[in-house]
């Protein structure tokens, strides 16, 4: 197994890609002016990375760090269970996830860069485990 697979589901690849395609205003905002090309302290942050059988908005590996934007529909109370369920999910994995509103990125974007800088500095990389993959044969 690959480690670089950190918790893959290439079953959601497909899905994973069509939501890339139609991100929302606030995460190209966030990929485009914080998180995409390394700007963040060289780190690699993926779009809509399939982790398990969920989504994340973005992620860092090496980091172990996902970044969720939350809209409108996660103001309804469902949504928040839902969320914190994947969320507590995803941080018995060993994931750290940092969420933002849209209107914390739409109207504050250098906040949101600060925020994100502020736990990168405070938390050290985390060594890869190897055989994270629920896809031992993916290759991404």
Known sequence: MNSSNLYYNK?????????????TKAEVNLW???????????YTFLRQRPVLFFIADFMCKELML???VDGYTHEWEEQWVLDQSRQSKLEELGFIV???????ILHDIRNVERVIESWIEDHPPVPLRRGNSLNSSSTR
Do not use: C, H, S
């Open 32 to 42: 485009n002016e914080v998180l995409r090309g390394r700007q963040m302290y060289g």
């Open 66 to 68: 996902i970044i969720e």
């Open 11 to 23: 079953k959601l690849k497909e899905f994973a890609r069509r939501l890339r395609k139609q991100a």
């Open 98 to 104: 940092i969420r933002f509103t849209d209107e914390e």
